[in-house]
């Protein structure tokens, strides 16, 4: 052992008396063989120790954070994996410590299954037409849910003035050529209805639409909407 070793101690505990109470690295010349550095740490008595560290509370919370974010990744490819197989178009992405989800939802019942599947508890609408926002947690981690479609379409008449002409929103609205409108709840700043020809994601106002593709006429019967040759219904 170095002779110079206790000297060498009692010097660096004397300096370190003086200084803020912060952990500080050493380097101690305890001889051939023997680890060349000793860390140092004040106790809770104001003593220096050589033991483990306890962590600070950053360090603590900083830990807890990459566990958290560590957790969402893997729900996130789980959940990814669960998506594999779901008809419509769907998005997964993680924010830190949580997931969120976007998915196209078709019909109350399939929208049940997805809120049973992530635990969600709160929903309120989206932004975007028809659209629901749920709050929930897979495994543990807090997932957002955007379910494009999930909102039940408001039901009863929603009429629209243009010109001497009344439109009902409502419906969708079948043009001169037999192509049919759909208004998803997007208006101009005006006011003015926007219209989408079979959901495509182009909009038309309402105006425009039955000014040049007009006369326009309700769909009564959604489930033919699309149908633009149906014969109409034999009466009795």
Known sequence: MN???????????????????????????????????????????????????PLTDLERRALAWDASCARARSVARAVERHLAGHAGPSDVRVDGDRVRVALRVDGAECWTRW??????????EGSRPHTLVGDGERDGVRVTVVAHGAAPRRRGRR??????????????????????????????????PLLSLDGRPERCSLANVAAHLGPLSPVCDTRRAGDRTSPPEPAG
Not at 26 to 51: C, E, I, Y
Not at 115 to 124: L, P, Q
Not at 172 to 185: E, I, K, N, S, T
């Open 3 to 53: 002779g110079n070793s206790p000297a060498a101690g009692g010097a660096v505990r004397a300096v370190l008396r003086s200084v803020d109470p912060e952990p500080v690295a050493v380097a101690l010349p305890l001889g051939p063989g023997r680890p060349p550095v000793t860390v140092l740490h004040r106790t809770a008595d104001g003593r220096w120790s050589r033991g483990p560290r």
């Open 115 to 124: 809120r049973a599947y992530f635990h969600i508890t709160a929903v309120g």
């Open 159 to 192: 009429p629209f003035r243009v010109g001497d002409a009344t439109y009902d929103l409502a419906a969708p609205l079948r043009d001169a050529h037999g192509d049919v409108w759909y208004f998803q709840g997007c208006r101009r700043p005006d006011g003015m």
